[in-house]
């Protein structure tokens, strides 16, 4: 089954910033918001993983404040760092990481000071 990751909206086009992925490697990157969020912010984990979005097969993102996204960033960039031999689940998990969230962060408009100049 195929799952939802809605990360937030464009700084500039104000489109979504979201795609639907592989089954396999949505619930690969559910593990790592598991390892990188749940034990040190479970505020921050259960709003991205809630018992909603995980019933109809979302993580989102697009709820976090500022500063509670730039938490998610960190830890989860930190758990990443770690990884050397990775296991299936780790490919996976790090291309969603390093293809999609990574080009996504750079046009998140909460994190895009340029963008909240302009408007």
């Known amino acids: 089954m195929s799952g939802m990751i809605f990360f937030g909206n464009d700084a500039f086009t104000r489109e979504n910033l979201c795609d639907l992925f592989n089954g396999f490697y949505w619930d690969a990157f559910g593990e790592l918001i598991d390892i990188a969020l749940k034990d040190k912010h479970p505020e921050i984990h259960g709003k991205i993983k809630s018992e909603m979005a ?30 050397n031999h990775l296991e299936l689940w780790q490919e996976r998990a790090k291309v969603i990481w390093e293809k999609y969230c990574e080009a996504w962060i750079l046009k998140d408009i909460r994190l895009n000071s340029a963008a909240n100049d302009e408007f």
């Open 54 to 83: 995980l019933a109809f097969n979302y993580y989102k993102f697009n709820e976090l404040e500022k500063d509670e996204l730039e938490i998610a960033i960190a830890a989860m960039r930190e758990e990443v760092g770690k990884w």
